[in-house]
């Protein structure tokens, strides 16, 4: 990796081995930590790489569990944060220094319906709507405890009774991590902005590029436009990105996201604001079963109409493509990576328009515009090559099949 490149969670879901239903838990977590620890400084380097380490590593006990590290976003929140007493903060920090575990677990899974509950207390949460009390804690699992919801210091475990947990035990555990992430905050510091990225935001200005602002902007319309969702109680991360791509572009990259439920990230030209991907991924995709391939094909031809009008109505393209390529993975009969099925759009200019959907949902997922579809086509015959070449590949291929226009 290059120094001070940041991390394209992209280019990781192409190139680790690793089993699909953990694919873009990976992808959130990863590039969400790797961005803060590219733009601060850890001042205690033993912390710093438990945390790193905490940032990719998921432990699973019947359910995966990220910890993502975060900007907060809301004044609300910062200013509940800034009046924990410092010796709170102090014992945070030295619970999670003791700690020799990389992530946190899980006594069991979330439901369904606390898995919806998280996601909208968290947006609420964001907005100021906090718990009255605070999440029990012990140093290590204590018997007699099963119908009581605390955390055990030692391993790093959330322990949930049998029952389904309260709203008011939702938001304790929303603001455990927020405590959590405003503590490793605090023991940052600024570094100088990377000379590359300095130079590259004065060319921008200098050329009449959008500003970041702007970026931020779009992603919030196009947040609404491509995946009907509000940015109101969401996360919001933005950057400069240097070294974008195969080509190493410079682009605005603008994310959104409610903790370990939602996650959308948006990816600009700094010329003139165009969008040049879009990908998303969501909680639920993540325990959806793999579909198999035979449920697929058909399923495919309605997938593909579909793409062809999220294309036209709210990309706003034009259809003057020559050809359209499907592509996605088989495993031993099932689809890989989250359900994903690629339509490639193929244009008469050698560019291509590529529009992924979930084939469990048949709904739209992610887009990116290829500016040479036959210079993408070699990278990704080269990047199958490379993984066939692994003893440790997980099983599957590629297949792509043309459809009619």
């Known amino acids: 990796m290059k120094k001070n490149q940041h991390f394209n969670p992209d280019e990781i879901w192409e190139s680790i081995e690793i089993p699909d239903n953990l694919d873009l838990l990976i992808i959130n977590s990863v590039e969400e930590g790797y961005k803060r620890m590219q733009n601060k400084k850890r001042k205690n380097r033993s912390f710093m790489g438990r945390k790193a380490a905490a940032a990719v590593g998921i432990v699973v006990l019947g359910c995966a569990a990220v910890i993502p590290v975060k900007a907060f976003v809301t004044s609300l929140v910062q200013e509940r ?114 000379p590359e990225e300095k130079q590259a935001r004065e060319q921008i200005a200098g050329s009449g590029g959008i500003t970041e602002e702007k970026a931020i902007e779009l992603g919030a319309e196009w947040l609404h436009n491509l995946y009907g969702v509000s940015e109101q109680g969401m996360e919001l991360n933005h950057y400069l990105d240097t070294q974008y791509g195969a080509d190493e572009k410079t682009v605005y990259a603008v994310n959104f996201s409610v903790r370990s439920t939602e996650y959308y990230y948006f990816y600009f030209d700094t010329r003139d604001g165009s969008l040049l991907k879009a990908f998303s991924s969501l909680a639920a995709d993540l325990d959806a079963e793999a579909v198999s391939t035979a449920a697929m094909e058909e399923k495919i031809e309605k997938m593909c109409e579909t793409a062809k009008t999220v294309l036209v109505e709210r990309l706003h393209k034009e259809a003057d493509y020559e050809k359209i390529v499907c592509a996605y993975r088989d495993e031993d009969g099932y689809l890989g990576s989250i359900n994903r099925v690629s339509f490639i759009f193929v244009n008469k200019d050698g560019s291509a328009c590529k529009i992924t959907m979930n084939a469990e949902r048949e709904v739209f997922m992610d887009y990116e515009f290829i500016e040479d579809y036959a210079a993408y086509t070699r990278r990704q015959e080269e990047a199958v090559t490379a993984r066939n070449k692994n003893p440790n590949n997980r099983k599957g291929k590629m297949v792509y099949l043309e459809m009619k226009k």
């Open 81 to 194: 944060m800034e009046q924990v007493p410092a010796k709170e903060l102090e014992e945070v920090e030295s619970v999670m220094d003791a700690q020799e575990v990389n992530a946190d677990t899980f006594s069991r899974e979330y439901t369904d319906t606390e898995k919806e509950r998280y996601g909208n207390l968290y947006r609420a949460y964001l907005q100021g709507t906090f718990p009255q009390g605070e999440l029990k804690q012990e140093q290590s699992k204590i018997e007699g405890l099963e119908d009581m919801l605390y955390y055990a210091k030692d391993t790093s475990t959330f322990y949930l009774p049998g029952r389904e947990l309260t709203d008011e035990e939702l938001l304790q555990i929303i603001e455990f991590n927020t405590k959590r992430d405003y503590a490793l905050e605090q023991r940052t510091q600024p570094v100088e902005m990377p």
